[in-house]
């Protein structure tokens, strides 16, 4: 792909803050592969889609919720016309009362068509709460990582933490822990990926590939030493094997959520 084209694959931080963790919302065009119609600029882009992450949106909590409102108050007013909104991880503290405020909150506000939630560490928080709602430091709590994870993909209206969807003709690749500390607490709040899921992504890259076109991979965990705080914990717990597969695939471009150990 050729330097007028990467140009049009552009990233935009908005000031909203969005959570104590992450305060940023970017903004990815996607470079155009076909030619424009004559109506069309030559410089607007084809595809255009938000990504927040660690909104961190409670029931009780007014401040994460008019975070959110403000958030996409701007995406509206910095981009009406996007197609997707990707809401990378922790989106709440993955209590029911949390997913039911999300939920109201995003049917009542602004947002491009396609919305995309991913899993974060804080999806499987509820295992740190007793049965009252109140934080409590016996682990889990009678909760299982599988509560925690149909939970979540009910509310995403997903199948499984690991899924792609197609937006405009781009590939956009979600990735997901599948374990928490319950299977060993030495996973911490890292990402725990399957073998599985490591082949799955592989395949997923290598679908209609082709030279110079981004395939956009989601993960709400960081890869170490890439980003501040990375240095201090693994992030992904396979995160040797995860950077050899996207490695063979050099059109794919990472999106993180939390800066683990930071």
Known sequence: MDKRKWRRLRIVWLAAAMSLACSAVAF?????EKKAPATVSPHAPLLTFAVVSDIHVQKWNRHSQAKLRRALADLQQAEPLAQ??????DLGNGQPGDYETLGRLMNGLPHPKRLFY???NHEYYKAWYDKYG????DFPNGESERASQHRFLQFAGRKRLYEDAWVSGYH???????????SDVRI????????????WLDR????????????????HQPLPFTVAGSHTSRGVVQHERL???LSRHPGAIYFRGIRIGS
């Open 28 to 32: 990815a065009s996607a470079p155009v």
């Open 84 to 89: 997707a909104l990707v809401v990378n991880g």
């Open 118 to 120: 991913n899993i974060g």
């Open 134 to 137: 109140h934080w409590s430091p």
């Open 172 to 182: 956009f690749i979600f990735l997901g822990s599948e374990r928490y500390r319950q």
């Open 188 to 199: 911490g709040e890292d990402a725990w990926l399957s073998d599985g899921q490591l082949k």
């Open 204 to 219: 997923a890259l290598a679908e209609e590939e082709k030279p110079g076109k981004p395939i956009f991979v989601f993960l």
């Open 243 to 245: 950077r050899a597969v």
